[in-house]
């Protein structure tokens, strides 16, 4: 009997209700990246009683998690995406090889980032626009974001290869248990010791770490095909560059996440440390609201993958459109909340009135952004998790870079203040309008479903 015919997870990722599955790992995914977003936003929320400056701190070191983040998940998508395919394929060793090299890659990479960043962390901190009254929050609280560095990227890898082999709930639980530590160490580090930001850093170093340790644990009991055993690390060139070059719109998704938040932070200076914190704590309220699309999105991305591997073609499409049904319902949902409830929203995090006054106006402008995400955003992982990624870093760099920076740039100068809170608003409308002829013409070309092995 083939592993085709006697592996269930083979069988569940190719014969089960594409609409069922994606709920089933989609579920899992939504769950641990709201929690994970949700010890962010503590962040903000408990560096937010240090006053403005510091708030605006913490949208500046969001940047440099976003530089780690780049290098992780480029790594955990380039691996994700080809062991996938090759199980969905029969091919365990060459699923094995590529997750052991871009498990220690990934460590590579944290650890130089970080090293390069705490030897020039003032001017780092500046680059990514602190102004001089944050530059002292921004320096602290950078610096335990460095050392935990290579945590940050590894575990970026070890989640996405357990969400790529359909095992989501293992991501989970490893996400959400660093999550919630984070939540309950900022409490006790800022209010119980008085540690200021530096408690919001080292809560979220150590917690990054006792969550890297618990999501290897499925790799070491045997619950998963990939391995790290030091065995399967065979770095060929042909290795290492599949999957930096699948793994290249993330890079660039997260590369250009990063770039594009170090020049919003750099214009919003301009208007004062309000317009900062302000930029700061929309960027946070949407990328929550986004964590719907973006766990949907994930949960499609193995079973496109899988199937694309397999040679089951049609799954791939209905995947695609059960997913976006159901994010648009939740996201137009989600468009209206924060569209009505935009100052209360922004309020919780700060209660500074001209904080409050830009926030409010920019999170309303993002409203019909929010609703429209979900077209762009799985058009890129759709081409991502099926190996067409010069589509997939096309997509991702407009969204980041690509339409954003020059709009915000353009906008900011003929209009001030208002140019920069319209910015990210018409930079994702227009990306949803460019994803969808991209889209329909990938599923026109699709051939037949492969003959499969009985």
């Not at 015919?5 to 990722?13: A, N």
């Not at 983040?69 to 090889?97: C, K, P, V, W, Y």
């Not at 929203?345 to 979900?374: H, K, N, Q, S, W």
């Amino acid at each position: 009997m083939s592993y085709k015919t006697s592996d269930p997870q083979y069988l569940r990722m190719t014969g089960e209700p594409v609409g069922k599955l994606i709920r089933e790992l989609a579920v899992p995914t939504i769950l641990s990246m709201l929690v994970t977003n949700i010890y962010n936003m503590a962040d903000t929320y408990f560096v937010s009683g240090l006053g403005t400056s510091a708030s605006g701190a913490t949208g500046v070191v969001f940047s440099l998690m976003a530089v780690l983040q780049a290098f992780g998940f480029m790594f955990g998508h380039g691996a994700g995406s080809n062991i996938s395919r090759h199980l969905g394929a029969g091919h365990l060793d060459d699923a094995r090889t590529y997750s052991a090299v871009s498990f220690y890659l990934s460590i590579a990479a944290g650890a130089i980032v970080g090293v390069v960043g705490i030897a020039f962390l003032d001017p780092f901190m500046v680059l990514l626009g602190s102004t001089p009254t944050i530059l002292p929050y921004a320096r602290i609280y950078g610096f335990y974001i460095l050392i935990a560095g290579p945590a940050m990227t590894v575990s970026c890898v070890m989640n996405n290869i357990l969400r790529y082999e359909g095992k989501a709930f293992y991501a989970m639980v490893g996400l959400t248990l660093g999550g919630v530590l984070n939540i309950f160490g900022d409490a006790l580090l800022i209010l119980g010791f008085h540690m200021g930001i530096a408690g919001a850093g080292l809560s979220t170093a150590v917690s990054q770490y006792i969550s890297c340790v618990v999501l290897i644990l499925p790799y070491l009991r045997g619950k998963t095909k990939s391995s790290f055993h030091p065995k399967y690390f065979k770095p060929t060139p042909h290795i290492v560059a599949d999957i930096i070059m699948t793994g290249f719109p993330s890079l660039v998704r997260q590369g250009l996440n990063a770039v594009s938040t170090m020049v919003l932070n750099n214009c919003a200076g301009v208007y004062g440390d309000a317009a900062v914190a302000a930029v700061s704590i929309c960027s946070r309220v949407v990328m929550f609201f986004s964590c719907i699309t973006i766990g949907i999105g994930q949960g499609y991305q193995p079973v496109a993958a899988f199937n694309q591997g397999a040679g089951i073609y049609s799954r791939v499409k209905k995947g695609f459109f059960a997913a976006l049904k159901g994010g648009l319902c939740v996201m137009i949902i989600l468009a209206v909340i924060s569209f009505v409830f935009a100052g209360p929203i922004v309020e919780i995090f700060r209660d500074d009135p001209e904080v409050i006054d830009i926030g409010t106006v920019m999170l309303r402008i993002e409203a019909p952004a929010i609703a429209v995400c979900p077209l762009s955003v799985f058009g890129d992982m759709m081409f991502q998790a099926t190996g067409h990624a010069g589509r997939a870093s096309f997509l991702a760099g407009l969204r980041r870079g690509i339409l954003l920076i020059p709009i915000l740039l353009i906008l900011t100068h003929f209009f001030g203040l208002t140019g920069l809170e319209w910015s990210q608003g018409i930079s994702e409308m227009l990306t949803a309008l460019i994803t969808l002829p991209l889209v329909a013409s990938f599923f026109r070309t699709l051939p037949p479903d492969a003959a499969q092995e009985e």
